[in-house]
């Protein structure tokens, strides 16, 4: 059983910066790959990134390439995405999710968390 635990949206400008955090619980979080997906008010849930288990490989939306980095510290349980330059079609619930691949899909992903709101306003 994996626990996770979203941190650090809020209500920003657009062109600033946030960074979201993903907690998660036990010892075997370190082995799963990690995904964020976002879901905004009345549409389906994206795929935003993902990273491997060891950090080796990281996936990006189209919409994030160049402006979000997601990155992982195993040692601290931690899963991280940093996103530079926010638009207001960033808007939207933010969610960690633990899986055995770094797949696009949410369906390959096994654990999730509450999420997080993302605000961006222009």
């Known amino acids: 059983q994996v626990l996770l635990t979203e941190s650090g949206g809020g209500s920003v400008q657009a062109g600033a910066s946030l960074r979201l955090s993903c907690a998660g619980s036990?010892?075997?979080?370190?082995?799963?790959?990690v995904g964020w997906f976002r879901q905004a008010p009345g549409k389906e849930r994206d795929f935003v990134a993902t990273?491997?288990?060891?950090?080796?490989?990281?996936n990006y939306a189209d919409s994030a390439k160049g402006r979000f980095t997601i990155s992982r510290d195993n040692a601290k349980n931690m899963v991280y995405l940093q996103m530079n330059s926010l638009k207001p079609e960033d808007t939207a619930v933010y969610s960690c999710?633990?899986?055995?691949?770094?797949?696009?899909?949410?369906?390959?992903?096994?654990?999730w968390g509450q999420g997080t709101q993302v605000i961006v306003s222009s």
């Open positions: 990273i491997s288990w060891n950090g080796e490989s990281t």
């Open positions: 036990g010892r075997a979080f370190g082995g799963y790959a």
């Open positions: 999710a633990a899986g055995p691949t770094p797949y696009y899909s949410p369906s390959l992903y096994d654990y």
